[in-house]
């Protein structure tokens, strides 16, 4: 069956612009979560949506991240006016219900110039 | 707070020979811990996780881990090798703030050599 799909791949973007980057979870999965990957850094949890309930965003760096999940399906991460150390991976996982084990896309790699 | 320590950033083995990637935790409850493969170019994969039960975990690819309380630990091993094994790999475990949130270590490189 289909996995996690990331869109784009890849962005490239200036300074100061926004960027949107969508995450299309397994269907079915209720819960997604985002993370960055930055090197030497691991894996940092940014924000993590259960169902209708209110999404966990203890992870999200600052208030210019931010991220909706519409009808429970497709999530955006949002960054506006992007900075240069916010170039990283960004990777979504989806998770079923009851179950433990994540399932990720392949990431969405930025880079601001 | 849960956190995990992966004390090694780059593992570097023989072909054939066992591998050990090594992780540390520390849980306020009981912990539920993972090992997550990424092989270049490609997202996360799960390889094994610990819930309850026996300490030896079998996963995928022939891996496997051993929990040990007393130590707070859940290694990653193999007992023999594959070049195609190199990639890098993250433990992680379960936050018990409330939510169904994990906590990744920093990642080993394991590097196989032929």
């Known amino acids: 069956g289909a996995g996690v799909s990331q869109s784009p791949s890849n962005k490239v973007t200036e300074k100061g612009k926004d960027v949107e980057l969508r995450c299309d979870p397994i269907?079915?999965?209720?819960?997604l979560y985002w993370y960055r990957q930055s090197l030497g850094q691991g894996l940092e949890f940014l924000i993590y949506?259960?169902?209708?309930?209110?999404?966990?965003k203890s992870g999200l760096p600052s208030d210019r991240f931010s991220a909706e999940r519409t009808g429970g399906s497709v999530s955006t991460l949002t960054i506006q006016r992007t900075q240069q150390e916010d170039s990283a991976v960004y990777l979504c996982?989806?998770?079923?219900?009851?179950?433990?084990?994540?399932?990720f896309g392949p990431g969405t790699r930025l880079l601001v110039l | 707070a849960q956190s995990v320590a992966q004390p090694e950033d780059q593992v570097n083995v023989a072909e054939g020979n066992p591998l050990t990637v090594k992780c540390t935790y520390s849980?306020?409850?009981?912990?539920?811990l993972f090992w997550y493969v990424q092989y270049p170019n490609r997202g996360l994969q799960f390889l094994l996780k610990y819930i309850t039960g026996d300490n030896l975990v079998k996963g995928s690819y022939g891996f496997e881990a051993e929990f040990n309380k007393s130590q707070t630990s859940f290694h990653l091993k193999k007992p023999s090798a594959l070049v195609s094994d190199s990639a890098l790999y993250f433990c992680?475990?379960?936050?018990?703030?409330?939510?169904?949130?994990?906590?990744f270590g920093t990642g080993t490189r394991l590097k196989v050599l032929a």
């Open positions: 949506f259960q169902g209708n309930s209110a999404p966990d």
């Open positions: 269907s079915g999965h209720t819960a």
């Open positions: 996982a989806s998770r079923p219900t009851g179950r433990e084990t994540q399932y």
């Open positions: 849980v306020s409850g009981n912990p539920y």
């Open positions: 992680a475990v379960r936050d018990y703030s409330g939510t169904y949130k994990y906590i």
